[in-house]
Nanobody, 118 residues
Framework: VQLQASGGGLVQAGGSLRLSCGASGNIFSRNAMGWYRQAPGKQRELVATVTSDGSANYSDSVKGRFTISRDNTLKMVYLQMNSLKPEDTAVYYC?????????????WGQGTQVTVSS
């Protein structure tokens, strides 16, 4: 499975960005796709995930500001980020996880930088 993310950039506080991620390869019909982020000196943390049946989950820090969505036909996942804050600055990673015979498998995209200036 390969993931290709795009859409990061530099934006002022209060602005918006939209991240996109496309998946290819051996993708099972049931999976979860989502976004994680890692700020300098911090551990990678979950931002939002959405399952193949549309169930979404958000971290408390982004609830009400970010919206995750996916297109199962195109194998894409999106993250609409509104009301951005400087603390949202991080490298954002696209993730896909699915369960195979050996257990859960996680796949990661290359990361896209999001910088929010104050």
């Amino acid at each position: 499975v390969q993931l290709q993310a795009s859409g990061g950039g530099l934006v002022q506080a209060g602005g918006s960005l939209r991240l996109s991620c496309g998946a290819s390869g051996n993708i099972f019909s049931r999976n979860a796709m989502g976004w994680y982020r890692q700020a300098p000196g911090k551990q990678r943390e979950l931002v939002a995930t959405v399952t193949s049946d549309g169930s979404a989950n958000y971290s408390d820090s982004v609830k009400g500001r970010f919206t995750i969505s996916r297109d199962n036909t195109l194998k894409m996942v999106y993250l609409q980020m509104n009301s951005l804050k400087p603390e949202d600055t991080a490298v954002y990673y696209c993730n896909l996880n699915q369960w195979g015979w050996s257990g859960r498998n996680d796949y990661w995209g290359q990361g896209t930088q999001v910088t929010v200036s104050s």
